[in-house]
Nanobody
Framework: QLQLVESGGGLVQPGGSLRLSCATS??????????IGWFRQAPGKEREGVSC????????YYADSVKGRFTISRDNAKKTVYLRMNSLKPEDTAVYYC??????????????????WGQGTQVTVSS
């Protein structure tokens, strides 16, 4: 059974950094065959796409709000996808989820396109 497990969230001051990890596992699941996305949901808001990366890492997407601050990467040998978050702002506070659409490409990096989700990790940016 496919599993995605996020880690690395926490409380950080504005301007600080965090690195989130999405570890994948499952019988027959080969990470390098699939796109992975990071999504977030703040209280009272809809879930939104933050960043997505294709199976080959040849294409990536970033929401305008995080461009230049966040970097997505993947280590297929470790079956893990990362989200490096720098220059964090209070508006980045949310539960962050990773997910896969079980496809090679990222699509529109829209949460409605992604079928398999982790449980989420809380990121709080506050002084």
């Amino acid at each position: 059974q496919l599993q995605l497990v996020e880690s690395g969230g926490g409380l950080v001051q504005p301007g600080g950094s965090l690195r989130l990890s999405c570890a994948t596992s499952g019988s027959g699941f080969t990470l390098n065959n699939y796109a992975i996305g990071w999504f977030r949901q703040a209280p009272g808001k809809e879930r939104e796409g933050v960043s997505c990366i294709s199976s080959s890492a040849g294409r990536s997407y970033y929401a305008d709000s995080v461009k230049g601050r966040f970097t997505i990467s993947r280590d297929n040998a470790k079956k893990t996808v990362y989200l490096r978050m720098n220059s964090l702002k209070p508006e980045d506070t949310a539960v962050y989820y990773c997910a896969t659409n079980l496809k090679l490409g990222i699509g529109a990096c829209d949460p409605y396109e992604y079928d398999y989700w982790g449980q989420g990790t809380q990121v709080t940016v506050s002084s």
